[in-house]
């Protein structure tokens, strides 16, 4: 596991650039690697397609989820995170506009950690990814089962 990179799975190039933009305004992580659509995550995730030379022992700190997603959702995301020893433990932080109710419960049944709404708002949206980097990569101590086995 690489203790400093987030993985940010987005398809909005604006709401990309805003999250890269505040996570490296407050030096959150040393790597942000973002994949556009699910498919794409799940295949940096576990090696394959173009990056089928990734080393897949080293595994992102986080995963900052949106929920609507091009190709796969998010949820369909999470499920198969979820379903695979090498992946099942990462914390996963649903980063969506969405507040509805049943994304919530959804999300969380499925193992999601964290669900935050992302604010409009860029000095909102800083702060929010300040404390999120400091919970998830400062404070929050990792399951001791995300080595690759």
């Known amino acids: 596991m690489d203790k400093n990179t987030i993985l940010l799975v987005e398809d ?20 942000v690697v973002v994949a556009h659509d699910g498919v794409e995550a799940l295949e940096y995730l576990f090696g394959q397609g173009k990056f089928a ?4 022992r080293l595994m992102p700190h986080v995963i900052l989820l949106d929920l609507k997603l091009p190709k796969l959702d998010g949820l369909g995301v999470l499920r ?7 992946t099942r433990f990462i914390p996963v932080v649903i980063l969506t506009h ?3 109710e049943r994304d919530r419960i959804d ?12 604010p409009v708002d860029f000095n909102q949206f ?4 300040r404390q999120l980097g400091l919970y998830w990569l400062v404070l929050n101590q990792a399951a001791p089962h995300m080595a690759v086995k």
């Open 126 to 129: 800083s702060e929010a990814a």
């Open 53 to 56: 030379n990734r080393d897949v």
């Open 80 to 86: 198969r995170l979820r379903a695979d020893g090498r």
């Open 98 to 100: 969405s507040n509805e």
């Open 107 to 118: 999300s969380y049944d499925l193992g999601a950690n964290s669900y935050v709404r992302k």
């Open 12 to 31: 909005d190039p604006d709401d990309e650039e805003l999250t890269v933009r505040a996570l490296r305004k407050n030096n959150v992580a040393s790597e």
